[in-house]
């Protein structure tokens, strides 16, 4: 799927899925949560990957669109990444629902049941993945001369976003003025056993440098300098 195929579902197919789509495709919670806002590759988010002419697309419906093209260091294997990153985990719910609706066929040909590392996954053909994480739903989609198993790709780069970063700093991240855009922010959420929330979030420049994040510290925020 590419930019040109994001058109607007018809509720016709969109009833379709919800009626095909039962709880049995989506993975139970897990025990921590994730959100990604200004999700932004980094340098070494997939190793052995180069990145290239990445770009953001407005949808014009609060869905950012990211693609990336990606090649295997020293293959002819490439890939074209792309991460609609939505407001959260139940719009990415429903958007990973219309982009099975988009690929047209029996959404039970599509889904992998259960799932065997995300939160939902879908096989829409040779060379295509689809997948569901927290706010996010990523198509990997082989676009080289040798079909590359795009699965093995989405399972690493789903690996890379649940990852928590471990080398934080405690300085004050970039989250306004010039270069705020292109912060990315990671939210883990992690529910007690009472049922209360503990969040930890963290802001990753495209640098890769990462630094721990407070609430008046995100993006959007109030208290934001």
Do not use: Y
């Amino acid at each position: 799927m590419s930019d040109t195929d994001f058109t607007a579902t018809s509720r016709a197919q969109m009833d379709a899925v919800g009626q095909a789509v039962g709880e049995e495709a989506f993975a139970p919670a897990p025990e921590e949560e994730i959100s990604v806002r200004n999700f932004g590759f980094t340098a070494d988010m997939l190793p052995g990957w180069i990145f290239a002419r990445a770009r953001e697309i407005d949808t014009g419906r609060g869905v950012r669109l990211i693609q990336v093209n990606a090649q295997a260091t020293g293959s002819e294997s490439m890939a074209r990444i792309e991460i609609l990153e939505t407001e959260d985990a139940g719009q990415g719910r429903a958007l990973f629902m219309e982009t099975l609706a988009r690929f047209q066929r029996d959404p039970a040909d599509l889904l992998r049941i259960p799932p065997r590392f995300a939160e939902a996954e879908a096989v829409p053909g040779q060379g295509t993945f689809v997948f569901l994480r927290g706010n996010l739903v990523v198509t990997v989609a082989s676009i080289g001369a040798v079909i590359l198993q795009a699965e093995d790709l989405a399972e690493a780069l789903d690996q890379s976003i649940c990852k928590k970063p471990q080398d934080a700093s405690d300085s004050k991240p970039v989250t306004s003025g010039r270069g705020a855009d292109r912060t990315m922010v990671k939210s883990f959420t992690r529910r007690t056993a009472r049922g209360d929330a503990r969040q930890e979030a963290f802001a990753i420049s495209p640098d890769g440098s990462v630094a721990r994040v407070s609430d008046s510290d995100e993006p959007g925020q109030k208290g934001s300098e």
